[in-house]
């Protein structure tokens, strides 16, 4: 088996017989979570890597709205596909429970191995996706960055001067060319490329 679902953590309140000892719902693969704003593409992603229709993926922005685990068997680790952050439309206090959420999972998840953060190619960081960079960052949780839906930017001038501009906005953190992977799951963009990486 490739992959399969293991669990929602849709309220704080369950996060003591969730985590427990480091294991996640009993299980020891470490943890990687995908982190971007919502309709960046991280659930699209996900089933990409994992080639498997595992992770909901729609058109509506604001689809995921809890924390939803899956196994990835062929690396040996848990993906956590996170509900995305930057929906205009949401109200302050389903905005106020989605901080409240992901703060109680982050801080009590001690085999995070990795953050997958991403941004839109076609726009590079926001200031949200730049604010999410500074709060793993201080934490010392590793990140990889990875630009998505690189098959919308349709010429050569433009990948050039997207590519620029997004190094630019992530100079400032230290981040250099080899840090970012540039992705599309519409046409298996660097997609094995990240999989490789996340050995
Ligand atoms: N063209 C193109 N569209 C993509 C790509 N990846 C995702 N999409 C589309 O973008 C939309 C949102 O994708 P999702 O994977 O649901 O995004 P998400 O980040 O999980 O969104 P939330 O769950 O709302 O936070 C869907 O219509 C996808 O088909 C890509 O590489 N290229
Ligand atoms: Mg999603």
Redo the contacts with the bound molecule.
């Keep these: 088996m490739a992959s399969e679902y293991l669990i929602t953590l849709a309220d704080p309140g369950q996060i003591p017989t969730l985590i427990k000892r480091g294991f996640l719902q009993g299980r020891a693969e470490p943890r990687i979570a995908?982190v971007?704003?919502?309709?960046?593409?991280?659930?699209?992603?996900?089933?990409?890597l994992l080639e498997q229709k595992i992770?909901?993926?729609?058109?509506?922005?604001?689809?995921?709205k809890a924390i939803h685990f899956f196994i990835w068997h062929d690396q040996k680790k848990i993906v956590a596909?996170?509900?995305?952050?930057g929906?205009a439309k949401v109200a302050q206090s389903e905005k106020n429970a989605w901080i409240h959420l992901l703060d109680s999972y982050f801080s009590a998840d001690k085999a995070l191995e990795c953050v997958l953060l991403?941004f839109d190619s076609r726009h590079g960081p926001t200031e949200q996706d730049l604010e999410a960079l500074e709060f793993f960052a201080d934490q010392g949780i590793p990140i990889q960055i990875v630009l998505?839906?690189?098959?919308?930017l349709k010429t050569q001038s433009e990948r050039a001067t997207r590519k620029r501009e997004i190094l630019d906005a992530l100079s400032a953190y230290t981040l250099t060319a080899s840090d970012l992977v540039w992705?599309?799951?519409?046409?298996k963009?660097s997609i094995a490329v990240l999989r490789e990486r996340l050995k």
């Design positions: 995908f971007g704003r919502s309709n960046v593409g991280k659930s699209s992603l996900i089933n990409a992770a909901r993926v729609s058109a509506m922005p604001g689809k995921t596909d996170l509900p995305g952050y929906f991403l998505t839906k690189t098959d919308q992705v599309s799951v519409k046409d963009k």
